[in-house]
């Protein structure tokens, strides 16, 4: 008996792993959490702390290098949906990985990206910088991740320094974002609000708490007919 792969893709999926969509995700947790055996291995050791060991990370999430092609067919899916991704790549991959979320979508079919908004992060930072605040570049590298504040210890933070994938390598606002998707080949561009959109069940997927407030920004694209 085969099983019927979702037609809805979820990139950068982390625990949001709904049903009726493929949930893809490029971390390590992926992998223990079919191997848990290895987690409490790595735990033993004092490899992984507990406290990352107990994130209840679902099996069934796909794990992808998405630095690298898509491994599916043109026109496989109705609807791409991804956050938190994007900031999490170079320009040029995320670029790279919007032209793959094009080719893979079928005609007519949506592209959802939500991402940090970089112009709410700088408006902060010139309020508090306004208001005297002697930290306010401080909570400005702080909100943007770019970097840690520290090195971190240990076999798991020589991990992170090589992979340094947890940290944000680009920033965007509205219309630097709305400008990567036509650059992909995305039509009907436009900034979208809250659970507003033409996917069916985004509700399933989408988070608030990275949206509202000025936390982040959403853009949709459409692949023309």
Excluded at 56 to 67: A, F, G, I, K, M
Excluded at 160 to 172: E, L, N, P, S, V
Aim: with cysteine; proline share 7%; charged share 20%.
């Amino acid at each position: 008996m085969t099983t019927e792969v979702p037609h809805r893709l979820h990139l950068g999926c982390g625990l949001t792993a709904p049903e009726g969509w493929l949930n893809v995700d490029g971390s390590l947790q992926v992998v223990l959490a079919r191997r848990p055996w290895l987690k409490r291995l790595l735990v033993f050791t004092g490899i992984l702390p507990p406290k990352q060991a107990a994130i209840p990370w679902r099996p069934s999430v796909v794990r992808l290098d998405l630095t690298r092609p898509l491994p599916y067919p043109t026109g496989s899916f109705s609807a791409v949906y991804s956050s938190p991704l994007l900031e999490h790549l170079y320009h040029d991959q995320a670029l790279a990985l919007l032209k793959e979320c094009h080719r893979v979508l079928r005609p007519g079919s949506v592209c959802r990206v939500v991402v940090p908004d970089l112009e709410a992060l700088v408006g902060d930072y010139s309020k508090a910088k306004a208001a005297g605040d002697v930290n306010a570049a401080s909570m400005l590298m702080e909100s943007m991740l770019m970097h840690d504040k520290g090195p971190r210890r240990g076999l798991l933070g020589h991990f992170y320094r090589i992979t340094a994938f947890h940290q944000h390598k680009w920033m965007y606002d509205a219309a630097s974002l709305m400008q990567m998707f036509t650059d992909a080949g995305f039509r009907a561009v436009r900034q979208a609000s809250c659970m507003e959109s033409a996917i069916a069940g985004v509700v399933e997927v989408e988070n608030p708490e990275r949206i509202l407030a000025g936390q982040g920004i959403v853009v949709e694209g459409v692949k023309e007919t």
